[in-house]
């Protein structure tokens, strides 16, 4: 019984050819770096490859039909019944190992080994071999045989007929590659060989082996693809935006831009080279983020670039951002959306309710989740999120190597660079090592950023010294030059009072400074450091029986009623007027601190950082035409310190105390900080072990040993520096982390931090129903099968917690699937205030109330909770 390459499985279920699927992914390939790629991307490929347009497209197809050719392999054809069948009546049955064959090793066997030997550049072989290699990532197994005179005879069979399919010629062709230049480009065709191949992998194609063979197919195929690209949002989408500031922010005339927005838009006016990376310094409230997408614009064009990943470090601050990048989106009239991510961005209405494909892949789960909108923006052409979605994409995470793809083909701007700490400045470094070689062009945004941390963002960049400048435009062009622009008009100069209120720890005397500052009104934000703290101080001004608008905010919300605290500040305390109240306060911990757009008369915060405390006041007077109470003319910040010097307690934990004692030696004798003017040197300050006291080097130097071991231990998450060369291969045989949601705690972690889990505490009638739907095996009880308005109704009551403090026991735990992906669903018991609690093995108990948040009381394991 003769066995050919159409008898040859690829597919089973329905049944499809390794001829037929070998070409499928090619055309597939080719129609992704036609329709899909950026310009810039192609033009850094065509380059770096030494190649034509035309001889390109020819040779990726070429690639890319290969990456299966593994599976031409006797162990691996014998694992389908139909073809066991088929092979015993053959007399072709192979030795069976016990360890399972991994078909990408055999590909990369064959071709490195046997098929390619004869390559002008052996090293080139090996590279692109390597590449085809990592298609599959993180999987264990055997290579298939290597001497079997049958299967090795269709090997070279396939990649014949692939090459005078896609090359049109007997010769074999390999592109030489200089070694500087395949770290950046190993990703960006192991990006494409996964994507093409997946797509290939799809329902578009399952009925293939039936009409591929005809005389259109290949056009079909053609179709199909670009189809594909189309609805699942892929496709290169692109929109004009003009060269001028006033022509992207057509809402900002020429006389009304800010000093900092001028000084952008001359630097691109009088750049002689592209800018590479720009980072925008300034005070809050000078229009940095138009600035920094006008910028982000602008040097999308130099690149050949089409739109932008905006990251932000909150799914709060990305839920605010994504509004605003829609209308500037739809002013010019562009008609897709803009994506948001983050993991709980699908309760935030960007949903997409078309039917997505399935995928005849053995990484169907990961395919499908790279289609779901949450996650195909990365690589759409316009998107907004979290910056952790940015950063995933340097670490050992399963296909991370499709958000340095996604990446490539847009630019970059990442928002409040401040606020990330020493662990997460690492894997940002490492990020924008990968940016620069990518070509990929950044824009950072800060208004309070140590030069410490600002020369190791632009080191990526340039090796030339930064100079101190604030507030400033500084660029690095793509040679490594260096230019710095001052920004001599500010708009806003202001003269902030400060006083230091030894109040810190007692909700008493707070909540009694509180209610003074607002008895004749006006709108005041109390900013504290720790949940636990700001439940306290909110529930001791409610039992005063506070006369105005009262407001917790903090991130132990429920998703769903965290979103609508979130508008409700908004609509107080925004840029619309209507519903700002006479008198309100609002208790809140750090997520008032970061991005959004509020303004308040007056500020009460906890001893901070230096740096963070300006994020602080940046809260207040932010908006020139808020009507404020004449007793507020001026705005006033109350610094609450420990009565006992250095009794930080809770506080010390959040933020390093020797960082709180520096930030009240500089403001003890100080009544006043000027806008901009004090600002660099404050910060500079804050963090400068110089200003310390002789007896305070022990805890600095103890501190600083704790940022070192912190930046040390993102190291075993991140992928190779460029420089070393992409080494895929090796990359995917170590991938050691999922980036599947339901192992979020336990992967690649982009933030420091105690390991989290998102639980959701249900009432009774509710869980039971749940429970009913839910599948129960081996490790548990599973829910899968639920409506879209399920599904929101359970995101919309979790929450994410601190994972020590579970204790599971006996109770009935339904761990989450599908979208529910990380989500632990508990039962509750509800009161007829709705509020609920769930009782732990330990005695301890979970507690969701309506006022005060998701909280934990009892049990040895809440001691010391924040």
């Not at 840029?575 to 008369?601: G, N, Y």
Request: glycine content about 8%.
């Amino acid at each position: 019984m003769r066995i050919g390459l159409l008898q040859v499985w690829a597919k089973t279920e329905p049944f499809q050819s390794i001829l037929t699927h070998s070409e499928l992914s090619g055309i597939v390939a080719q129609v992704i770096v036609k329709k899909a790629v950026a310009p810039g991307v192609r033009q850094k490929l065509l380059t770096a490859l030494s190649c034509t347009d035309e001889v390109f497209c020819n040779w990726i197809g070429y690639l890319v039909s290969l990456h299966d050719i593994g599976k031409v392999e006797g162990q691996f054809q014998y694992r389908w019944p139909p073809m066991k069948e088929r092979m015993d009546k053959a007399g072709l049955r192979p030795v069976l190992h016990e360890e399972s064959i991994r078909h990408e090793k055999t590909t990369w066997r064959c071709l490195r080994e046997r098929i390619w030997r004869t390559a002008g550049h052996r090293s080139e072989a090996k590279f692109y071999a390597d590449i085809l290699a990592a298609h599959h990532q993180g999987k264990s197994g055997a290579e298939g045989e290597r001497q079997n005179p049958f299967w090795n005879s269709l090997q070279e069979e396939l990649e014949h007929r692939m090459r005078l399919h896609f090359l049109h010629a007997e010769e074999l062709f390999l592109p030489a590659l200089e070694k500087k230049e395949r770290g950046s480009v190993g990703a960006l065709l192991l990006g494409i060989v996964i994507l093409s191949d997946w797509i290939a992998s799809s329902d578009y194609f399952a009925q293939a082996e039936t009409w591929f063979g005809q005389p259109d197919g290949q056009e079909y195929a053609e179709r199909l693809a670009e189809q594909f690209l189309e609805a699942s949002g892929l496709a290169a989408q692109t929109a004009e935006f003009g060269t001028e500031f006033c022509d992207v922010w057509p809402n900002i005339p020429k006389g009304g831009m800010r000093g900092l927005q001028t000084e952008v838009e001359t630097l691109f006016r009088q750049a002689e080279e592209r800018i590479s990376l720009v980072l925008l310094e300034a005070p809050m409230g000078e229009g940095k983020t138009e600035a920094g997408v006008y910028a982000a614009l602008h040097m999308a064009r130099q690149w050949g670039k089409q739109g932008f990943y905006v990251g932000l470090p909150t799914a709060a601050t990305s839920n605010q951002m994504v509004g605003r990048m829609r209308a500037l989106l739809e002013l010019h009239r562009f008609q897709k959306p803009v994506r948001l991510l983050h993991s709980t961005a699908w309760l935030a209405g960007d949903e997409d309710r078309r039917p997505w494909p399935g995928f005849e892949t053995e990484e169907a789960c990961y395919a499908a989740r790279w289609i779901l909108p949450v996650r195909r923006g990365l690589l759409g052409s316009y998107a907004v999120g979290t910056v952790d979605q940015a950063m995933m994409s340097v670490l050992l995470v399963k296909y991370g190597v499709l958000r340095l793809l996604g990446l490539a083909e847009k630019a970059l701007v990442i928002d409040e660079l401040h606020a990330y700490d020493v662990y997460m400045g690492e894997i940002l470094h490492r990020l924008l090592e990968w940016c620069r070689v990518l070509e990929i062009p950044v824009v950072l945004l800060s208004a309070t950023l140590p030069p410490e941390k600002k020369a190791q963002m632009l080191s990526a960049f340039t090796a030339e010294p930064i100079p101190a400048c604030y507030p400033s435009v500084t660029a690095v062009t793509e040679s490594g030059n260096v230019l710095v622009r001052p920004v001599g008009r500010t708009e806003k100069r202001q003269r902030t009072a400060v006083t230091l209120c030894p109040i810190l720890h007692q909700a008493e005397d707070i909540a009694a400074k509180a209610v003074e500052l607002t008895a004749e009104g006006g709108c005041l934000c109390v900013l504290l450091n720790t949940v636990r703290q700001a439940q306290e101080v909110y529930q001791t001004i409610k039992k005063g029986e506070f006369d105005g608008e009262l407001m917790l905010f903090h991130a132990r919300f429920p998703a769903g009623q965290r979103e609508e605290i979130e508008r409700h500040c908004i609509r107080l305390f925004g840029k619309e007027k209507k519903e700002r109240p006479r008198k309100a306060i609002l208790v809140a911990t750090q997520v008032a601190e970061q991005s959004l757009d509020v303004d308040f008369d007056v500020m009460m915060t906890a001893i901070a950082p230096m740096d963070l405390l300006f994020q602080r006041l940046g809260r207040m007077f932010r908006h020139e035409d808020t009507p404020r109470p004449p007793h507020f003319a001026a705005p006033h910040l109350y610094v609450l310190t420990p009565r006992e010097p250095g009794a930080f307690g809770a506080d010390g934990i959040v933020y390093p105390a020797c960082l709180l004692r520096q930030s009240i030696r500089l403001l003890e004798g100080r009544n006043v900080i000027r806008i901009p003017e004090d600002l660099p040197e404050l910060v500079a300050l804050g963090y400068d072990l110089k200003e310390a006291p002789p007896e305070e080097l022990r805890h600095w130097l103890e501190h600083l040993m704790e940022d070192q071991v912190r930046a040390a231990s993102s190291g075993c998450y991140l992928i190779n520096a460029p420089n070393k060369g992409y080494t895929p291969i090796r990359e995917a045989e170590k991938v050691r982390f999922d980036d599947l949601e339901r192992s979020s705690y336990l992967s690649a972690r982009t933030r420091l931090g105690e390991p989290t889990v998102r639980i959701a505490l249900l009432p009774p009638e509710r869980f039971r129903y749940f429970l009913g739907k839910s599948r129960r095996r081996d490790d548990g009880l599973f829910l899968s099968e639920t409506s879209r308005e399920e599904t929101r109704e359970i995101l919309k009551a979790s929450v994410s917690v601190r994972a020590r403090l579970l204790r599971h026991g006996d109770r009935e735990t339904i761990l989450g699937e599908g979208l529910l992906e990380g989500v632990e669903i508990y039962p509750g018991t509800q009161d007829k205030d709705g509020n609920m609690w769930c009782a732990q093995a330990d005695g301890s108990r979970i507690v969701a109330d309506r006022e005060l948040g998701i909280f934990f009381e009892g049990g040895d394991a809440c001691a010391g909770v924040v």
